[in-house]
C-alpha cells in the first residue's frame, strides 16, 4: 500500500466536510479521486497529507497506520504533493526550485560556510527530469520564463525526485492547454510505471479517467464509488458525483 485513508472523518465548526471517506492507493497505480464541489475532495486530500488532522479515521502509508502533524511528516514518509498553485518560486531557476528545502551544500570548509553544491544539484535534476521524458530550455531559466505546462512539469519531477511511496496531485490539468494536460496525463503513468503510488484529485473527467487504474468518488463528504476506471463512463461518474447513483463496487 503507498498510502491510504480509511473512514476519515473533519468537521469544521457546523461544517461536516467529510463523515465517511476512504480511498486506497497501491503502488503502481493510478488512482482517481473525483466529486462535486463541496464533496471533500481538498478536506480529504489535506487530510493524507498532514495538513489537517482527522477527527476520526486513520492514514496508512506502506500498511502502517500513521500520526501526521504537518506536512513534513507526509514527507519524511516518502509522500509528495503537487499542489494546484503549484508551489514554485518564480524568480528562482528550475534546478533551485527542485531542490527547495532539499538544498545540498558543498563538501568540506566551503560547506560550513553554507556554499551550495551548484553541480551536483544541477545534474540531479537534469537526472530526475530525463527519466520522465521532460525536456526543458535549460535548468538555469526562472520559472517564470516556462510554459504553464513546464511549470506543471517541474512541480512533478520535483515531487518524484523527493518522494518515495505516493505522489498527490491536486488539479493537476487545470488551465493548462489539450496539449499540456495530455503530457501531464503521461507523466502520471510514467510516475505509476516506476513503482509509485498515484492519487489525482481532478475535475477534468474524462482525461483522467483515461489514465487512471481506478476510482474513487465522494459525495457530500463520504465514498460513495470505487471501481476499476475502465468500468466507467463519464456519465457514470457525473451521476455518481451528484448523488443520482450511489454504489461501491468491488
Known sequence: MA??????????????????????????????LFGDNGAGKSTFLKALLGMEKPDAGEVIVGDE???????????????ECVHQDLALAAELSVVDNMFIGHEVLRSGALGKFGVLDR?????RADVALRELSIKLPSLKVPIRDLSGGQKQAVAVARAVMWGHNAVLMDEPTAALGARQSEIVCDLMRTIAERGLGVLVVSHDLPRVLKVADKVTILWRGSTTLEAPASSLTVPDVVATMVGYKKEVAA
Do not use: C, P, W
Request: negative net charge; without cysteine; proline residues 0%.
Open 119 to 123: 553541480a551536483g544539484m544541477t545534474e
Open 3 to 32: 498510502i491510504a485513508g480509511r473512514h476519515i472523518a473533519k468537521r469544521f465548526g457546523h461544517v461536516q466536510a467529510l463523515s465517511d471517506a476512504s480511498i486506497s492507493v497501491h503502488a503502481g497505480e493510478v488512482v482517481a
Open 65 to 79: 497506520v500513521v500520526e501526521l502533524g504537518n506536512i513534513r511528516d507526509a514527507q519524511s514518509l516518502g509522500i
